[in-house]
């Protein structure tokens, strides 16, 4: 028989939340939560992407914001039915806020609420014409003059921009602007794409050679139009290149190709952004109201100086610019760097009959793709999963469900796992002289992503051929110079060579802001990206969500947008909700204040921006 008792946990509790909410008691409300809690809202509540951890902060967001958000109708989602393992009940929920609908993911521990989700899914009188909603297509009936479908998209794509002002402007198009385009496109955000490259996909198809998705096709679902049930597991990159331009194209983006972002200046008096663009050639100035920058966590190349590099009489180049193995063959090359691309271009170097010598200066932390796929990401993001009743949505909101401050305690175990499994692999890398790490501590690939976006492989096959020799290495040095045909180690080494790659990574999407606005928005913005855990490339103080990314930065009307197709796919919701509301509902949700939300591990104040400035108040 059906165990109710969960249903009824999770009710009962509901029912009290929504009392307490609806009379606005913040009080009784922070008795419903364990001491040790954590409420992580996208945009429902914060307008903003913010876990509270701790009663203390959530009462401080609730004091800020629970008057203006007007939140109801708790309850266990349609159709969903809670349980109960290891003495936490769990459920879907779904609720309403004065502007919107909501849907959440709720855990208790005796009897009160230890992690809190909540997630806007529609604005209120503003959804997405979908089911029932969806267009009509075909106008039946007789109309003289009437346009056709293609002529009207045709005469839109000529107008935007030009006699006709698009409510935001997103920079670079790759998959991230390609997203965000799809889905503010649905809500009716009139919106251009500005990429510099000819084509949707061709970020992609610039890469090596080699490149295929290093994450598996479950995970790499684009929004409203998931890849079919045959298509490969790790795309290779061309095609994902074609599938982003087919997407593009059927999804009605309006798309400049061919266009680089110049200049970008913001008129705090009119609110308004003049971005200055290259199209074709001509210059054509927009004056967007919001600007997106998903110019790419991994597009702004890290090139290192070294004393000799004007000398070298070889070929020498970022990975990013990297060609391929074929008209190395037979020759020599040195690749500087033991991350992904470092690792993928050395083993088709390899294959390719190169001799080959990978340079690594500090510890890398690598992981099978295998056992990623079977210990990391099975329960969520695979083919069992998806047999088992998996969507795609829930899978993300469950990853969201897992508040940032604890989520390295889940991934330990993980990688603990896979250290055990593959014990012989790691000793054999060791034993080449591979510098390994699993994290700062131990938590593997996700955390070291999430906080730094580097310093991992994902081992699709290169790694037996460190471990073998076949690509040659050098550990635990550096590059002290180049001389015309050779490099040059701190240890002394002299390497031959007629090619360096330069595996040497990304800069900070900061970078971009500094680059086409000006480097004091780029500075009173911040870092872009990590967490603020205090471990390696991720300085304190604890932000407790991605700094800056999908949310109202420090610059009114700026925006940061990309990541991986994952995060790509399930944050362009919330970014796209709220420029949406930007551009519908500056009056009603004016009032937004700042919040003041006290820090658990830091004593001070820490004032969050949040839409007050940005909605006008
Ligand atoms: C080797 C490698 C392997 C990877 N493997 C994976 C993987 O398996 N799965 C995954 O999810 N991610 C992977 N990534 C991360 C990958 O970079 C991102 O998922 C994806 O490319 C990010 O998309 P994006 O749109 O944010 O950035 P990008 O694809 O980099 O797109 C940014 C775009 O902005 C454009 N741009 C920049 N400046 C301007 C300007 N001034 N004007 C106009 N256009 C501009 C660029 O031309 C570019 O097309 C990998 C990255 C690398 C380098």
């Known amino acids: 028989m059906l165990d109710k008792a969960p249903d009824r946990k999770i009710s009962d509790l509901l029912n009290a939340l929504d009392k307490a909410l609806s009379a606005g008691e913040v009080e009784r409300v922070v008795d419903l939560f364990q001491t040790d809690c954590y409420w992580r809202d996208l945009v429902t509540f914060t307008w903003n992407i913010k876990t509270m951890e701790g009663r203390d902060q959530v009462r401080d ?73 969806r267009p009509m297509g075909a106008k039946h009936g007789a109309e003289r003059n009437r346009k056709t479908w293609k002529e009207e998209r045709e005469a ?31 809500l009716n955000v009139p919106t251009i794409i500005i990429e510099k490259n000819e084509r949707p996909g061709d970020s992609w198809r610039k890469r090596y050679k080699s490149l295929c998705l290093h994450d598996p096709v479950w995970y790499d679902h684009l929004p409203y139009l998931p890849f079919p049930r045959n ?18 194209k059927v999804m009605e983006l309006n798309y400049w190709g061919s266009t680089e972002c110049k200049k970008a200046s913001y008129d705090e ?22 600007l997106v920058l998903a110019t790419g966590m991994s597009a702004k190349p890290n090139m290192p100086k070294f004393e000799g590099m004007d000398i070298f009489k070889g070929d020498q180049h970022h990975s990013s610019q990297h060609p391929g193995p074929d008209r190395y063959k037979n020759k020599k090359a040195v690749v500087i760097g033991s991350n992904n691309s470092a690792h993928d271009i050395c083993a088709a170097l390899w294959e390719a009959g190169v001799d080959v010598t990978m340079v690594q200066r500090s510890t890398t932390h690598v992981v099978k793709s295998d056992s990623l796929m079977e210990l990391g990401l099975a329960s969520l993001y695979s083919e069992q999963a998806v047999q088992s009743g998996m969507t795609t949505a829930k899978a993300d909101l469950i990853f969201a469900s897992l508040p940032y401050r604890i989520l390295h305690e889940f991934q330990i175990p993980v990688y603990n796992a896979i250290r055990e499994r593959d014990a012989d692999y790691y000793k054999r890398l060791e034993k080449a002289g591979f510098l390994l790490d699993y994290g700062d501590d131990d938590s593997g690939l996700f955390m070291k992503y999430l906080r730094r976006g580097s310093g991992y492989y994902i081992d699709v096959g290169a790694s037996e051929l460190v471990a073998n020799g076949s690509i040659k290495l050098k550990s635990g040095v550096d590059v002290k110079k180049l001389k015309e045909h050779s490099v040059i180690l701190t240890d002394g080494t002299e390497l031959p060579a007629d090619l360096v790659v330069y595996a040497t990574g990304y800069g900070s999407m900061n970078g971009f802001a500094a680059d ?50 994952h995060q790509s796919r399930h944050y362009s919701q919330f970014l796209s909700l709220q420029l949406k509301a930007r551009m519908e509902l500056r009056a009603p949700i004016a009032a937004v204040g700042r919040i003041a939300v006290r820090s658990s591990s830091v004593s001070t104040q820490v004032a969050d921006r949040t839409s007050a400035a940005a909605f006008g108040a």
């Open 516 to 565: 086409l606005i000006s480097r004091e928005v780029a500075d009173k913005v911040g870092k872009v990206w990590g967490l603020g855990s205090n471990t390696t490339k991720d300085p304190g103080p604890w932000e407790g969500e991605q700094r800056n990314m999908w949310k109202p930065t420090q610059q009114d009307a700026l925006w940061f947008h990309g990541g991986n197709l």
């Open 231 to 248: 298509w490969p597991v790790f795309s290779p990159k061309d095609k994902i290149g074609d599938w982003l331009e087919m997407y593009t």
């Open 61 to 133: 967001m609730l004091k800020a914001r629970l008057a203006d958000t007007k939140p109801s109708n708790w309850k266990i989602a349609d159709g969903e039915v809670a349980s109960e393992a290891d003495g936490i009940t769990e459920s879907w929920i779904q609720f309403e806020t004065g502007v919107a609908r909501g849907f959440g993911h709720l855990r208790l521990k005796e009897g009160r609420i230890w992690t809190l989700l909540t997630t806007m899914s529609e604005l209120k009188g503003h959804e997405e014409p979908v089911g029932f909603d």
């Open 269 to 290: 008096k009119s609110r308004e952004w003049t971005v200055i663009v290259q199209r074709d050639g001509k210059e054509v100035v927009l004056k967007p109201k919001q």
């Open 156 to 186: 839109e794509a000529a107008e935007l921009g030009y006699s006709r002002q698009p409510y935001c402007v997103i920079v670079g198009g790759g998959q991230g602007g390609i997203a965000i385009g799809a889905r503010l496109r649905q």
